[in-house]
């Protein structure tokens, strides 16, 4: 597929018998037998994922998340031989900002919805017109609406030249970009690159601690809190990532096979986030905006686009970076922007202000927010639009 730089409008009518058969494969899952455990230390406990497969099939409606999708402008476009997906929403507001925002795993732009409207319309989200932004929501290569690329060689620093391409492409001569989970990698290597036309990044999950644990402070009470949560996820919570790194293609196979399978794979991806999700499912009281539906929205188009392998595949490349550049003694290049970033409480690791300014020094802003977690943007979208508008407000 060549590169044209055609923008085409993008419209989802997701043919009927494919949700049906979607409803079938859950209504004939085989269900293993409960946990030994009362906790989630072997897994997706049997009676969130019963309720909520009950609720995929009996309450839950794919066409409402249809709809708020197809309400948004959105549009693919090629880039590196890749079809792009994104949404683009242009404020009303005068002298808004360009910004682009990048999704992680398990998520996707369903994730990100919560905050179009704080971001592109402050004045309706108690913001002033300053603090507008003109937001681009792409799908990243192998996720959701976007292509899946053919060849080896998406990594972090592809996406990221795909993206400064994107924003070139809609016309943006300045803008910003955010991101978290893989989209904190994405983002992170933006800003390394330096592109023309980038004023700066804004990250909440500071990703580069995983390969300098060794480096990373821990002499405070905070920090070695911080170190703790970094060890236990690396050596108890790290079975999703250490498979996806070296196996998407097994896990792959599972992935698009079963509905409820890719359901607790992705679920179970965070001891905070999971329980959380837990709560919504067999409580009914969800935190924030991790309600059932946007929850089972989300894992609904993982299964209806099939990206299941696709998406895992970035765990691979990401695995195969980190293991060159480890071998070869390369310390990456510095980043060539301001660097913003929030600390939210229950992330995987909470990065204290020292940990951030290891990884980004001359760290432009910093602050630790009183709620929140991995998916930050998705559990408190007004929160995290504070954040945002914040961190940009003096690179207007």
Not at 149 to 173: C, F, H, I, K
Request: proline share 6%; aromatic share 10%.
């Amino acid at each position: 597929m060549s590169d044209d730089s055609e923008i085409r409008p993008f419209r989802l009518d997701t043919p009927e018998e494919v949700i049906d058969d979607m409803r079938r494969r859950i209504a004939s899952t085989r269900w293993p037998n409960r946990e030994l455990v009362k906790d989630r230390s072997q897994g997706v406990q049997l009676a969130t994922i019963q309720e909520l497969a009950r609720y995929w099939t009996t309450d839950y409606d794919w066409r409402a998340c249809e709809a708020k999708l197809n309400a948004l402008p959105q549009y693919t476009t090629v880039i590196d031989g890749v079809e792009i997906h994104f949404i683009h929403v242009r404020s009303q507001h005068e002298n808004a900002l360009p910004l682009i925002m990048t999704h992680g795993w398990p998520g996707s732009v369903v994730e990100l919805l919560g905050v179009v409207g704080p971001l592109t319309d402050p004045t309706a989200h108690g913001g002033s017109a300053e603090d507008a932004f003109h937001l681009v929501l792409p799908s990243l290569p192998g996720y959701g609406f976007s292509g899946e690329p053919v060849e080896l060689g998406w990594d972090s620093n592809r996406m990221a030249g795909a993206w400064a391409q994107l924003m070139s492409r809609l016309g943006y001569t300045r803008y910003v970009a955010q991101g978290g989970d893989v989209g904190a990698s994405v983002t992170d290597a933006l800003g390394r690159q330096g592109p023309g036309g980038l004023l700066g990044i804004h990250v909440n999950l500071l990703a580069g601690a995983i390969g300098i644990k060794d480096k990373l402070p821990a002499k405070s009470d905070q920090e070695r809190a911080a170190l703790d949560a970094l060890n236990t996820f690396t050596m108890d919570g790290f079975g999703y990532f250490l498979e996806q790194t070296t196996r998407p293609q097994t896990i792959g196979y599972s992935l698009l096979d079963s509905p409820v399978g890719l359901a607790a794979w992705m679920l179970d991806h965070d001891t905070d986030s999971y329980y959380k999700i837990s709560r919504a499912f067999v409580d009914g009281k969800p935190v924030g905006n991790l309600t059932r539906e946007s929850i089972v929205d989300n894992i609904t188009l993982y299964w209806l686009t099939g990206t299941g392998a696709s998406s895992a595949r970035w765990y691979w490349e990401f695995g195969r970076f980190v293991a060159a550049a480890t071998a070869a003694g390369q310390a990456p290049p510095p980043v060539s922007v301001p660097v913003g970033f929030t600390t939210f409480p229950d992330e995987i690791w909470a990065a204290p202000r020292s940990w951030a300014e290891t990884v980004y020094p001359g760290l432009a802003y910093f602050n630790e927010a009183d709620r929140g977690g991995h998916f930050a943007a998705w559990e408190e979208p007004e929160l995290f639009a504070t954040e945002v508008r914040a961190v940009f407000r003096p690179l207007r």
